[in-house]
T-cell receptor, first 117, second 114 residues
Framework: GAVVSQHPSWVICKSGTSVKIECRSL??????MFWYRQFPKQSLMLMAT?????????EQGVEKDKFLINHASLTLSTLTVTSAHPEDSSFYIC?????????????FGPGTRLTVL | AQSVTQLGSHVSVSEGALVLLRCNYS??????LFWYVQYPNQGLQLLLK??????LVKGINGFEAEFKKSETSFHLTKPSAHMSDAAEYFC????????????FGTGTRLTIIP
């Protein structure tokens, strides 16, 4: 199946700093990418949906100015957590789907664990 | 609105025994249903999906699930557990397949006892 990578796999940062997480589709063109957040022992919660070249669509309750999403190319989307605080510590997972995906299946990255001190 | 409930955050079975992971859903429209597996430090991998047609769906690694509309259930089963099945399993629902939003359950961690 298609491969999606995320970088970094884990990151620790100080409160008030910004962190960028990359999501790449390695062997297909991702027309749509999704960003999820997962707290311990909880569901994956969709944060936003991004289409290449368009502004991301955020779910209700997700701060657009805090979680900046850019999908500038068909193989790369980035999530920037601005002015991070300890409550932003979580596991962030992206997924990608493309026009050539079978039945538009979503392919998931391995996730990025963010810890804000 | 849609929601998914996975009964049992942890399930342990002996190697060779039946695996049964429970999933119930709530959906205001006909659902598409999915099971994903997540191995440590890896992404979610699609095990199987139900869209339309046959209600018994077969997936990879010997897993299957049956869509029961009357019970709003989509339980995952495997006749004989293998050590390699130890992982986290997520049930998910969407109103349409693919680019539509997935709503996930809280996950079930499956442990295989040698």
């Amino acid at each position: 199946g298609a491969v999606v990578s995320q970088h970094p796999s884990w990151v620790i940062c100080k409160s008030g700093t910004s962190v960028k997480i990359e999501c790449r589709s390695l062997d297909f063109q991702a027309t749509t990418m999704f960003w999820y957040r997962q707290f311990p022992k909880q569901s994956l919660m969709l944060m936003a949906t991004s289409n290449e070249g368009s502004k991301a669509t955020y779910e209700q309750g997700v701060e657009k100015d805090k979680f900046l999403i850019n999908h500038a190319s068909l193989t790369l989307s980035t999530l920037t957590v601005t002015s991070a605080h300890p409550e932003d510590s979580s596991f962030y997972i992206c997924s990608a789907s493309g026009a050539t995906s079978i039945d538009n299946e979503q392919f998931f990255g391995p996730g990025t664990r963010l810890t804000v001190l | 609105a849609q929601s998914v409930t996975q009964l049992g955050s942890h399930v342990s079975v002996s190697e060779g025994a039946l695996v049964l992971l429970r999933c119930n859903y709530s959906s205001s429209v006909p659902p598409y249903l999915f099971w994903y597996v997540q191995y440590p430090n890896q992404g979610l991998q699609l095990l199987l999906k139900y869209t339309t047609g046959a209600t018994l769906v077969k997936g990879i690694n010997g897993f299957e699930a049956e869509f029961k509309k009357s019970e709003t259930s989509f339980h995952l089963t495997k006749p004989s557990a293998h050590m390699s099945d130890a992982a986290e399993y997520f049930c998910a629902v969407s109103p349409n397949f693919g680019n539509e939003k997935l709503t996930f359950g809280t996950g079930t961690r499956l442990t295989i006892i040698p």
